[in-house]
């Protein structure tokens, strides 16, 4: 069975980190599904408004989103019960690390590309 992740923060612009994430897990086998609100379809997956909105569970999750929107969206990441939350760099705040480690997070503060053995300048 395929290990999913959700990438919260996934872009259409190839160029975005959100966008290189989706591609890196397809790459390597994983189920993606990518989550912008914005979006219908990133790299010809259907995307998601919401994590909520994924009916399977989720084996991880990785944000690509500046802090103060982190913290918006945490309460719902929680709600999915994920094995793995990842707070790529420049995603993390001391508060929304407080805020998930009260939610049941342990919170993986890395790259989460490189964690499967992709390198994003090669995306």
């Known amino acids: ?8 923060g996934a872009s259409q612009d190839r160029s975005k980190y959100g966008n290189k994430a989706v591609r890196a897990y397809l790459r390597q086998g994983w189920k993606v ?4 609100p914005a979006e219908k379809k990133i790299e010809g997956q259907k995307a998601y408004r ?3 909105d ?9 944000i690509y989103l ?4 982190g913290i918006g969206i945490i ?3 929680a709600k999915k019960e994920p094995k793995e939350v990842f707070f790529n760099p420049g995603t993390e705040s001391e ?12 919170p993986i503060l890395a790259c989460s590309i490189v964690d499967i053995h992709e390198h994003p300048d090669s995306l």
Do not use: F, H, Q
């Open 1 to 8: 069975m395929k290990k999913t992740v959700a990438i919260i």
């Open 33 to 36: 599904y990518p989550v912008n």
């Open 50 to 52: 919401s994590i909520l």
């Open 54 to 62: 994924i009916k399977k569970n989720i084996d991880r999750v990785s």
């Open 66 to 69: 500046p802090p103060v929107i």
């Open 75 to 77: 309460e719902d990441v």
């Open 95 to 106: 508060e929304l690390i407080i805020m998930a480690k009260k939610l049941g997070i342990d």
